[in-house]
């Protein structure tokens, strides 16, 4: 199904028919996919999956990153970042986010704080290039347990994914249980003010802000096994509306991680399933479907490939 010579001419709105194999990615096991945009070529960070088999827990020590220009060849850029190049975690390179701006890229990830802190924390890691490498840019975390301690507990602070607004006004969402939102400095690399909290029903974690036309969107997983569900807004500070679920289980890999783009006239729904012949929920890998918007801004639900 891969077109190599579409890709080499490029597509358009008139090929929304093609559509590569899933999982999109076959050489690495790879999770929680964040893509960027960036200079006409879509980057896609990834978690790395390396547990053995299903039975007992993620192993993630590093985030790659693969880069494409037709959404179905990927070129292995490597790994921009690993747990290990935060001096104040512990290891759990899970879920990430990473945006442009004023040319410098900004990598905000989830990582386990070391024993100074409970739990998990975020971070941020700063580059002048979409592929890295990405340096910490604070030292410490730029979100942590001890900062939200009305509600805290071991998982809430992970999976962030930061927004910019039309406006240049940056913000950051996250949250296992909570989910939560702050707005960020002009340096990226600092919350501005206080952090909200969200009411999304049946909230697990995996937030993702986008826009699309007028309307701004956030999508999360629901439930356990998770789907992804979505809310609309007016406004990136909303308030919100919920407005149902994007698509059913991912297949055999329990969570379910959504990042959601706009590229050569198509919009892609790009997440994770257990899809390779040894996958599960810790050895995952990222799968890419056509996203369709209807006229009044609502989202059909994503038919996966694996449907
Ligand atoms: O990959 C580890 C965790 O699984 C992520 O942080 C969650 O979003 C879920 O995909």
Redesign the pocket.
């Known amino acids: 199904k891969v077109l190599t010579a579409m890709a080499a001419v490029g597509f358009t709105a008139a090929a929304a028919t093609t559509q590569a194999a899933n999982p999109a990615i076959t050489e690495v096991l790879t ?2 996919p964040a893509a960027m945009v960036y200079d006409d070529t879509v980057y896609l960070y990834t ?1 790395h999956d390396e547990a053995k088999d299903n039975k007992s827990f ?1 192993e ?1 020590h590093k985030w790659l990153v693969f880069s494409s220009t037709d959404m179905v060849n990927w070129k292995n850029e490597g790994s921009p970042l690993a747990a290990k190049d935060f001096d104040w975690a512990k290891g759990s390179a ?2 990430s986010h990473v945006v442009e701006k004023d040319g410098k890229f900004y990598f905000y990830t ?1 990582v386990r704080h070391d024993d100074t802190k409970p739990g998990f924390a975020i971070g941020v890691a700063v580059s002048d290039s979409p592929t890295g490498p990405f340096k910490d840019a604070l030292g410490k975390a730029l979100i942590s347990n001890d900062m939200t301690t009305d509600t805290d507990i071991d998982w809430d602070d ?2 962030p994914a930061a927004f910019i607004d039309d406006d240049g006004q940056a913000y950051l969402f996250w949250g296992n249980t909570k989910p939560r939102w702050a707005r960020l400095k002009d340096n990226m690399i600092e919350l501005d003010g206080p952090i909200h909290k969200l009411d999304l029903p049946d909230f697990t ?2 937030l993702y802000a986008h826009k699309h036309g007028d309307y701004y969107y956030l999508t999360y ?1 629901m439930g356990f096994p998770e789907k992804i569900g979505y809310a609309m807004s007016k406004s990136i500070e909303g308030p919100w509306e919920y407005k149902g679920i994007l698509n059913e289980l991912a297949g055999n890999s329990n ?1 379910n ?1 959504q990042s959601i783009i706009d590229y050569k006239g198509r919009s892609f729904f790009i997440y ?1 399933t257990g899809g390779t012949p040894k996958g599960g929920s810790y050895r995952r890998s990222v799968a890419i479907d056509d996203l369709y918007y209807n006229e009044d801004g609502t989202i059909k639900r994503v038919v996966m490939t694996s449907e």
Do not use: V
């Open positions: 999770a929680d978690g993620y993630m899970w879920a989830t992970l999976d974690e995996a997983a969570t991680h994770h």
